[in-house]
């Protein structure tokens, strides 16, 4: 395997431990509940408060990533994720439980602007978009996908206590493999050959080749149209993505009366339809730039994705009480959404190419305040109604009004990526 790409398989082992991690409560949740008398609209508040953190320390990790390099940022994150997850099972009631979501969030805020920063420098442009949608739709898709039975299986053999610290040691033993290996930049990096790092720099714009820099240009961030977009779609998809992520195992447990087991296999169905539109995506944003060289073809990709998105969806409250169709749906809208899955920094890295992790964080920011909104929205109207309905009619809103921005208001940077360069095709042919 070439050092580029063995950099990208650690930021991939990253991200799934991340999201299993951060998807471990709903698969606790009915156990927490009867721990620590916690109701539905409590369960709500306490998973927003996971993108609190995430939310805050997104927009300084950023420009953190940026100052201080990626490496150093993302060792420091995993090990105060690894400590909230183990302290989860001494929270002691609803106030602890949300001290620790805010110190999950902060601590896994970084993994997303980290891994941006390193691919813009690790790769050159070209292989960009696989890369992005691996890491960005691939492996979240993927390891939510594995995560229902991996979970339940861990609760079953270990208790939810046990499945708690068993991700925490995940965790350590991912700073294990990335202390000796993961390096900020090839420039920095002994095992890096020299045509490898020719190749690397022959697909990269000026400014890309460093692994840190020393001052945040905020005006540039601030002020660019393209990346507020990116921000808009993004807390458009992430209201449905955190919803199904925190309330997908209470919506099949509590609608259709499945056993946890159960429930466990029903949530493949989404999570394996992400992992379909993610690589989909990947291809399709790659080939579509290789033919157009439009930086904006990357916003139509993601409008036309979003509108699919929600409406797809929004047959569940139409039909209701129909398992089948709720799963078919909800399969759906998370296939079409995760086309976006690696779009999202692709289209950071084009906005900010000097500053990624400050793009991403900002970015990245607006996705966990859907975070906040989603579960806590969900959680208040089963409390209210009683039903799920207005969760996915807000879905279907969200994402239409993301797509029409998507598909109207994006624009051509004034700084274009030179046409030389080879196709993502080409790079994945490549001998270096």
Not at 232 to 258: I, T
Request: charged residues 15%.
């Amino acid at each position: 395997m070439k050092s580029r790409w063995l950099t990208i398989a650690i930021i991939l082992g990253l991200v799934v431990v991340n999201y299993i991690d951060r998807s471990a409560i709903s698969y606790a949740a009915s156990d927490l509940k009867s721990e620590f008398g916690i109701t539905a609209g409590q369960y709500g508040i306490i998973s927003s408060a996971f993108s609190i953190g995430y939310m805050l320390f997104a927009l300084l990790s950023g420009p953190m990533v940026d100052r201080f390099g990626a490496r150093r940022v993302l060792i420091g994150g995993m090990f105060i994720w690894a400590a909230a997850t183990a302290l989860t099972p001494f929270a002691g009631g609803f106030i602890g439980l949300i001290l620790l979501r805010i110190v999950l969030g902060s601590g896994e805020a970084p993994c997303f602007p980290a891994a941006t920063r390193i691919t813009s420098r690790w790769l050159p442009v070209q292989e960009r978009g696989k890369a992005l949608a691996l890491i960005g739709g691939v492996a979240v898709s993927g390891s939510l996908l594995v995560g229902g039975p991996i979970l339940t299986q861990l609760i079953a053999f270990a208790g939810w206590k046990g499945m708690f610290w068993i991700l925490a040691v995940a965790g350590i033993a991912w700073v294990a493999v990335a202390l000796p290996s993961l390096k900020n930049s090839p420039s920095e990096a002994s095992f890096v050959s020299e045509e490898e790092l020719r190749y690397i720099r022959a697909g990269q714009q000026d400014g890309e080749d460093s692994g840190h820099q020393e001052k945040v240009d905020w005006g540039q961030i601030l002020r660019n149209r393209n990346l507020w977009l990116v921000g808009l779609g993004y807390f458009s998809w992430g209201f449905m993505f955190w919803a199904f992520m925190y309330w997908l195992p209470q919506y099949l447990e509590g609608e259709f009366e499945l056993s946890i087991k159960e429930v466990g296999g029903f949530s493949i169905a989404p999570w394996a339809a992400g992992v379909v539109g993610a690589l989909a995506g990947g291809v399709i944003v790659d080939r579509v730039y290789k033919r157009t060289r439009s930086v904006r073809s990357r916003f139509v990709i993601i409008g036309v994705a979003l509108l699919l998105a929600g409406l797809s969806v929004l047959p569940i409250p139409l039909v209701g009480g129909n398992l089948t169709v709720a799963v078919i749906c909800i399969s759906a809208g998370v296939g079409f959404g995760f086309v976006t899955g690696g779009i999202w920094w692709v289209a950071a890295i084009d906005a900010a190419p000097t500053q990624p992790g400050t793009a991403a964080g900002l970015a990245d920011a607006c996705f966990a305040l859907a975070g906040i909104v989603a579960p806590s929205v969900m959680g208040f109207v089963v409390t209210r109604t009683g039903t799920y309905d207005g969760g996915f009619i807000t879905m279907t809103v969200l994402c239409v009004v993301g797509a029409a921005a998507m598909l109207i208001f994006a624009r051509e940077p004034s700084q274009q990526i030179p046409d030389d360069r080879p196709s993502t095709e080409d790079g994945l042919a490549a001998t270096v």
